[in-house]
């Protein structure tokens, strides 16, 4: 107290109390500033609420709510989106194609802000498009703010460049020149022969009529939680003052965070859009995700999985970001596409009349088991069958997986149409009526075995042919194995894929031959799955690609590892087992002379199909525990061993090498080690 009380503390103690007083007068202050400026999440909510009831009522048709401040809007109108990259075509083509489907009166304009060819212009004037030409503004972009995408793309760029090295098709983009593709959106209101337009993210899809949003008053859009302005869809009215605002703001917020849109700096009255206009596959976990998916207008795939490129991209949390019903819907809409620019060709077009995936899709869309989580402690069997053969040894089998309590149920996949379910195999099906189940097919095809089942109940699936044994101790410990990394593949026969840099193919080799042992594919023949991966392939992947493996009548296995791989970024895991038999071999695919030289040629067809190698090859495997120890040498001893060993792997590479040729594959490389390795 004595020390407070000296005239000259005094004197130096009251600038600074006057300076904290004043700071916290200034951010109160600038807290309801903000609270002014900003929309909060609760009064979001409540916004959002507010629109969700009255939205869809069932006494009202139209969209527009009775107390907004929606418009009489009678003048000229105009849906926008935009090109920043050639692989945007795609995604474009659909959503202008989707937009003509609904009948709008309005405009549909693409700005194109970097070349694009001369087909892929008259494509989307035939789909009913009006290009506008412009250039894309340039940002320099705050190394500080870098997203984790736009640091993880530098440190790939080396990869990349080995990628491309070994016949990988597929660049990426920069994440960074997407952002500014994504701020260039602004350039909308540059369209002042418009009265009113609705600028739309490339990557969306429309689903039906939505003319009535130009009823809405000007600034609308949908908002993310924290009223962060959604740019992927706004409707606004263009003007040239705006805009050359809007580009200076954007400019001078280089430094703004990846995460917070610089159009928040700008507006103040933002009307918030109803989420039926822009529904994303994140909403799937929302309190409101039954009304948003029921009543849905357009679908927005920005930041989830791309139908369009899903199965090479290696989508983050993959498990969270899609939508069956958005990419089936997606991909049905691309086909409509396909027809009508005539890309396909006439043998595809064919093939997706008689073999194509929309009656399999829909009904397993249609009849899907409805469960808040999928059963993680049991596992499923897809057991494939085709030949009279197997008529016989088929039960033995299915009895072996009904001693499991970890199996679930039992699906069995009727590939022959012609072929009659014998007694012994009907009466198996009686008495197990609630477990064992028969899917019989229309058509004969190894896409079957990937055919989603809408009765599946369980996370993991066990992907299994007839003529393939081993113990069930075994098989459930694969299954312990996939619950630890649900994000492989876990199988018993592996196999590997080896470029070769003479004729820059790709070769289909044995894993144990490579030096040191790897693999970077696991053989169908006794598998676990993710159920998810089921319809990801009969209702995502092209259908050029189900239908190389229909005319190849092989490969499927190959093409799931591709698949799985793609998505989730994981390589195989395989079992070790001393037991595991296949007695099919007998005019089997994998009997042929050929076999190895297909899988090859398919190794490397596939690679062109899917844009890029996508297999990650790995050199450990699961053994069932063993007692070792530390053995007993002297250091002379040691040092002569390591010398062997060396010289050994160094005449290994040399025949390896020479293994290249197609010679050496057919004859020099051996027969498997084991019966592990039968089969593919």
Known sequence: MRIARHPSIKRTLRPRMVFLIAINVLSVLGFFVWRERYVTKESLLNMMDDRLKAVFSPEREVTVLENSASTNFTGKAAYVTSICFEEDITPVRVLVHSLQETGTMADILVMIMSPISDTNRSELVDLGAKLVDTSMIELAIDDSQKSKDEESFENK??????????GNLKPEVDPKKRRQCKSNS?????????DRVLYMSSEMLVLQNVDDIFQEPPFTTTLELGGIIDESIMLLEPSMPVYKELKKVMINTWHVPHDVGFLNYFFKDIHPLNPVYNVKAKYAGTDYSRYIFGNARIYNYEGTMKPWSFWYQEPKDWRNSFNEHMIFRWQQMSY???TKLKLDSHDLQEWRKVRGSKDVCENYLANKVSMPDRIMDKYSVLLATHSLKRQETLPFVINQFLMSPRVDKIFVIWHNKNMKVSSNIRQLLNEHKDTVFLLNQTVDSLNNRFNP?????????????DDVWTPMEDIDLAFEAWQRQPDSLVGFAPRVECYDPKTQAYKYCWAYKMTPPRYSIILTKLMFMDEHFLFLWRCGLPDHILKYVDDLINCEDIAMNFLMTGVTGQPPFHIVTDEVYDFGLDGGISSKSTHWQVRGECIQRITELFGRNTLKSVKGSLVRYKETDFLSTTWENFLGMIRDKESREQSFLEVQDEGFEESALANDWGSPPSLANLGH
């Open 453 to 465: 089942v809408p009765e599946l109940r369980t996370g993991a699936v066990l992907i299994a042919d």
């Open 186 to 194: 602004i350039q909308a209101w540059r369209l002042i022969e418009y």
């Open 336 to 338: 409509e596409v396909s």
């Open 157 to 166: 760029e080396q990869a990349d460049e080995l990628l491309k090295s070994e």
